[in-house]
């Protein structure tokens, strides 16, 4: 039978929960467990595919095309776990499911409410999980406890675990301990309320994990111990990490959380794999043996979590490296006003992001001409690719005006447009080409070097392509179209052989890479980089005045 862990939140929001479910399901998996994660989002958007980067950050897409939370990018880096479109589940969602079936007469004439019928559907959602190969699903209840909005999905999981027996289920509980600067102490107060809270809705938690900068005492841990009904072996402490919240699963693992949750779920270990690949992965990102600086020239890049996976994807390729990799923040609207080589000089590569919308779309543009000018390694990400074929067109090919339609509908040459099949669609939400394709790659090309095979699969989000009728033109004056999607016969990578190293996808990789298993493009666009980065250091070297 699956087993359950739940993990929330008190005292703040942004604690890590996601992080935290995320290390958990790995420290399972070092014992052979399956695991599956899923997160509830107590917000009423239907998914956050609509959401503003600046309220919601990356949208993260699964390859079965859901348009999710972030935090299943952790899920997925940290486990190989079960992740599909029931690993996100929002209130909107469970009311839309509610409503259809109140509307087709399936609670034959009863009085819908929240007890039981929404509560049973967030049931549903936990049990889509706990298919027969799974040992344990991880769900994380998004928000704070004490929130409004949050107290079905408790109620909820309180529910659970009385149907599904407590033996099979882990309640795990994640708060702040604040340090208060001066009192010179750690406080617990919020941490006690919090639980309080928790047991109030009928919830006792069976481990805590509190966020601290400093290292909890003895007298605390049997504080929080004693006030809240926890047995102090299960009072964790998750200290602010060092290098990287990959250090996370070590820093439990030294507390033995996962012994106390084999323990308090009645696990057996099935096969003990144990962590070395983790631990090298980790000594190669504590000690690099070479740096290099890349650019991400994008609209969002005041904020921290709107390229996630790109950020943590460029990491993966410096540890593939064993490379530091520095990111350089510009905004694209900067750009344009301050010019590409005040901002981008010095860079080893250049990446520009996914995006929407036309603020800072000339910016990128520069950026592009930049990296092909100046032999200067490029990974143009969707949006990215789009606009690495429009700068082609109109500085190579000499197309003036060239454009996507998403951003000039009258452009006279669209070398990147809408499929007949996007033009009629009206709703915004999960209609975009969406989730995993496959890909055919071109013999000889830098994308089959990389993935060292012929056919790949990624994950899309976007409406428009490059327009077919540009191939031959662009393929004679130097760009070669290296990955196509086989049955739809769209273009899905593009190179310029003869450039040191410039790529554009029409889809995602950033949503596949691991740091154990860096992806293949963003470990070859550092390689480059560094080379780059390299001859730069070289040249500064010889110009340098040489001291008699
Ligand atoms: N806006 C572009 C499109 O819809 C690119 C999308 C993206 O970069 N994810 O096709």
């Not at 704070?144 to 033996?167: C, K, S």
């Not at 890349?294 to 490296?321: C, F, P, Q, R």
């Not at 447009?417 to 009629?424: F, I, V």
């Amino acid at each position: 039978m699956t087993k359950h862990i739940f993990v929330t939140g008190g005292v703040v929001s942004s604690l890590g929960k996601g992080l935290t479910s995320a290390a958990i399901g790995m420290l399972l998996e070092c014992r052979g467990l399956k695991v599956s994660l899923q997160k509830f989002d107590p917000y009423i958007n239907v998914d956050p595919g609509t959401m503003n980067p600046f309220q919601h950050g990356e949208v993260y897409v699964t390859d079965d095309g859901a348009e999710t939370d972030l935090d299943l990018g952790h899920y997925e880096r940290f486990t190989n776990g079960v992740i599909n479109r029931n690993s996100n589940v929002t209130t909107g969602l469970v009311y839309q499911t509610v409503i259809r079936k109140e509307r087709r007469g399936d609670y034959n004439g009863g009085t819908v409410q929240v007890v039981p019928h929404i509560t049973d559907e967030i049931q549903r959602a936990v049990q889509k999980l706990a298919t027969p190969e799974v040992d344990v699903v991880i769900t994380e209840i998004g928000g704070t406890v004490g929130d409004i909005e949050g107290l079905p999905f408790l109620e909820a999981i309180r529910q659970f675990a009385l149907n599904r027996g407590r033996d099979n289920v882990v309640f795990i509980h994640l708060t702040l301990l604040p340090f208060l600067r001066a009192a010179g102490e750690v406080k617990t107060k919020p941490t006690q309320h919090s639980v309080q809270k928790l047991r109030e809705i009928g919830i006792v938690p069976d481990v805590l994990i509190c966020r601290t900068e400093k290292s909890l005492s003895e007298d605390n841990r049997k504080k929080i111990s004693l006030f809240c009904n926890v047995e102090p072996k299960a009072v964790i402490e998750e200290k602010d990490v060092e290098h990287s919240v990959y250090e996370l699963p070590l820093m439990f693992i030294n507390q033995g959380l996962d012994d106390l949750i084999y323990r308090k779920l009645g696990l057996v270990v099935k096969e003990e794999r144990g962590i070395d690949a983790w631990l090298d992965m980790l000594e190669s990102l504590r000690n690099p043996r070479f740096s290099v600086e890349i650019g991400v020239v994008g609209k969002y890049i005041t904020l921290k979590d709107a390229y996630k996976s790109i950020y943590e994807s460029l990491d993966h390729g410096g540890i593939a490296n064993r490379a530091r990799v520095n990111i350089r923040k510009i905004s694209a609207e900067e750009v344009e006003h301050s010019g590409a080589e005040k901002l981008l000089g010095g860079l080893g590569g250049i990446l520009v992001p996914g995006g929407f919308g036309e603020r800072g779309i000339e910016g990128k543009i520069h950026a592009v001409r930049f990296a092909r000018e100046r032999r200067i390694p490029y990974f143009g990400l969707c949006l990215g690719m789009q606009l690495a074929c429009v700068e082609f067109a109109r500085n190579v090919l000499g197309f003036k005006g060239a454009h996507s339609t998403e951003f000039d509908r009258e452009t006279p040459h669209p070398v990147i447009t809408l499929l007949s099949g996007q033009k009629a669609v009206e709703d915004l939400g999960g209609t975009m080409r969406l989730g995993g394709y496959q890909c055919r790659l071109a013999e000889g090309s830098l994308a089959m070097k990389a993935y060292g095979a012929r056919e790949i699969r990624e994950r899309h989000r976007h409406r428009y392509e490059f327009n077919n009728r540009y191939r031959e033109g662009f393929a004679a004056s130097g760009m070669a179209f290296s990955g196509i999607c086989p049955d739809k016969d769209l273009v899905e990578m593009i190179e310029i052989p003869g450039h040191p190293w410039f790529v554009g996808v029409q889809f995602h990789p950033e949503f596949q890479s691991k740091p154990v298993n860096p992806h293949p493009l963003f470990r070859d666009f550092i390689r480059a980089a560094l080379e780059k980065q390299a001859e730069l250091g070289r040249a500064a070297s010889e110009a340098a005045p040489q001291c008699a």
